[in-house]
């Protein structure tokens, strides 16, 4: 599909419209070899090589970030009074129009994935599809001696909502790993507390195959690797 060039160079995050014109016009950018200083110039981004400022570039249609979320960032892309993740990406990444793909609370922590792509979000995030989202809590309390049979059967929450089968395993003193397959508000700290627990500590390891980098600090990313990549678009095919 043919596109304007300051159009595609600044979907690749390169700068903003008036940024990329301006490199542009300056002659950093080359088309097929050539230098084309045409802002406005038709061009098929997926069979056209652009370099800019000497490096190639490589076309994506859409984007695929991790990040290691930390507490205190809401899961939103804008709002009025709280900091939202948007924030922590860097300025280049903040033109892309990402947003995440599942909610984190504003005090949980661990793996975020935040795309562009509506479908992969949609994938990711619906039931249907059956995703395991892995999470490791820390919870007050003890736990009912049939928590785990109550997860393994779809446990009821705030009397009368009913969740899907999910999983449960204690794996220390006040620990534990928690497997759901949805996204309801607070769902974890709402099964942990209809059998008894309170989590005051909750981080998310996994989603499908995506395992969170344990080199990520917290507020870090990363862009997903091709073999991630090449997960989301079986679950967005998988229909
Ligand atoms: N469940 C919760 O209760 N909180 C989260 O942030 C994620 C899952």
Redesign the pocket.
């Known amino acids: 599909m043919l596109s304007r060039l300051d159009k595609v160079l600044s979907n690749l995050g390169l700068g903003s419209r008036k940024e990329v014109t301006e490199a542009i016009r300056r002659g950093l950018v080359t088309v097929d070899n050539e230098v084309c200083r045409v802002p406005d110039k038709k061009i098929d981004p997926e069979a056209s090589e652009i370099t800019f400022q000497g490096e190639k570039l490589v076309y994506r249609q859409y984007d695929y970030i991790m990040m290691n979320k930390p507490a205190g960032y809401i899961s939103a892309t804008e709002d009025r009074n709280k900091v939202t993740v948007i924030e922590l990406l860097p300025d280049r990444l903040k033109r892309l129009g990402l947003f995440p793909a599942g909610?984190?609370?504003r005090d949980?922590e661990g793996l975020l994935l935040l795309t562009n792509d509506g479908n992969a979000a949609h994938a990711i995030i619906s039931p249907k599809r059956n995703i395991d989202k892995l999470?490791y809590i820390r919870y007050s309390g003890v736990l009912s001696d049939n928590a785990e049979m109550l997860f393994s059967l779809g446990i009821e929450i705030d009397g009368g909502e009913k969740c899907l089968p999910a999983a449960l395993e204690r794996v220390g003193n006040g620990e534990a790993h928690v497997t759901?397959h949805e996204?309801k508000y607070?769902?974890?700290?709402?099964m942990i507390s209809a059998v008894g627990g309170e989590?005051i500590y909750?981080k998310?390891l996994k989603i499908g195959m995506i395992e969170l980098d344990d080199s990520l600090a917290p507020g870090e990313i990363r862009r997903l690797t091709t073999d991630e990549e090449k997960w989301i678009r079986g679950i967005i095919e998988k229909r």
Do not use: A
């Not at 607070?186 to 709402?190: A, E, S, T």
């Open positions: 909610r984190l609370d949980s999470y759901i996204g607070h769902q974890v700290k709402r989590v909750l998310r």
